[in-house]
T-cell receptor
Framework: GAVVSQHPSRVICKSGTSVKIECRSLDFQATTMFWYRQFPKKSLMLMATSNEGSKATYEQGVEKDKFLINHASLTLSTLTVTSAHPEDSSFYIC????????FGDGTRLSIL | DQQVKQNSPSLSVQEGRISILNCDYTNSMFDYFLWYKKYPAEGPTFLIS?????DKNEDGRFTVFLNKSAKHLSLHIVPSQPGDSAVYFC??????????????FGKGTKLSVKP
C-alpha cells in the first residue's frame, strides 16, 4: 500500500517551454503532498507544500509564479515549471503524506 | 548551512555483519527523525522513524538510536544482507507542518553489502 506515482520520469525540452509533472497517490487519499528538488551532490530540498483545495505553501526562495502547483483532488498534485530555463534543470520529486511521506520515483528535467 | 548531515558518503560492509549509518543534526527543534532507503531509479522508501521522546526504535533487523544531547542518530542493520545495498537518507522534521511535515534531508550514505 501507499503507492505514489510520478509522471513523467524524464523530460528533455527546449528553453522557454512549460513542463507539467504529475504526482498521484494510487491507493490512498492525500490531503497534503510535497514537492522537492535535488541538484547534483546536494540533498533533497523542499520547494512547496501542496494542500488539496487550497493554495500551496512555498519555501523561501522558490518563485510561486515559476513553479505552479495545483492540488485539485485528493489523489493528484501537479507541478508546472513555467518558461523553463537551463538553470531549472534538476531532479524533482513529490511525496504524499499518510502517516509519513511516501515518495514518487522522481522526474529528471533537462532544459536545453 | 546543512541542518542534517551524513558525513559518510559511502559505507562497505560484509554480509552478515552490522552496518552502522550515522546522521548529525544542528536544529534542536527537530522532534521527529526518519530513515529512507533509495534504490537506483526509484524514489526513497520509508524505513524506520523515531520520535524525539524516545532513544531507540527497533523494527526487525533495523534499529535507530537517537542521542539528543549529541544531536546524533544512527541506523543499525544487523545482520546486513546484499539486498540492503542502497542509498540511505536521514531526515528530520520540526513541529511546524505537523510531525511528518517539512522534512530536512541529509545527502545520503551509499551502503554496499558484499556477499
Amino acid at each position: 500500500g501507499a503507492v505514489v506515482s510520478q509522471h513523467p520520469s524524464r523530460v528533455i525540452c527546449k528553453s522557454g517551454t512549460s513542463v507539467k509533472i504529475e504526482c498521484r497517490s494510487l491507493d490512498f487519499q492525500a490531503t497534503t503532498m510535497f514537492w522537492y528538488r535535488q541538484f547534483p551532490k546536494k540533498s533533497l530540498m523542499l520547494m512547496a507544500t501542496s494542500n488539496e483545495g487550497s493554495k500551496a505553501t512555498y519555501e523561501q526562495g522558490v518563485e510561486k509564479d515559476k513553479f505552479l502547483i495545483n492540488h485539485a483532488s485528493l489523489t493528484l498534485s501537479t507541478l508546472t515549471v513555467t518558461s523553463a530555463h537551463p538553470e531549472d534543470s534538476s531532479f524533482y520529486i513529490c511525496s504524499a503524506l499518510r502517516t509519513y511521506q511516501h515518495f514518487g520515483d522522481g522526474t529528471r528535467l533537462s532544459i536545453l | 548551512d546543512q541542518q542534517v548531515k551524513q558525513n559518510s558518503p559511502s559505507l562497505s560492509v560484509q554480509e552478515g555483519r552490522i552496518s552502522i549509518l550515522n546522521c548529525d543534526y544542528t536544529n534542536s527543534m527537530f522532534d521527529y527523525f526518519l530513515w529512507y532507503k533509495k534504490y537506483p531509479a526509484e524514489g526513497p522508501t520509508f524505513l524506520i522513524s523515531i520520535s524525539s521522546i524516545k532513544d531507540k526504535n527497533e523494527d526487525g533487523r533495523f534499529t535507530v538510536f537517537l542521542n539528543k544531547s549529541a544531536k546524533h542518530l544512527s541506523l543499525h542493520i544487523v545482520p546486513s544482507q546484499p539486498g540492503d545495498s542502497a542509498v540511505y537518507f536521514c531526515a528530520a522534521s520540526g513541529n511546524y507542518g505537523g510531525s511528518q511535515g517539512n522534512l530536512i534531508f541529509g545527502k545520503g550514505t551509499k551502503l554496499s553489502v558484499k556477499p
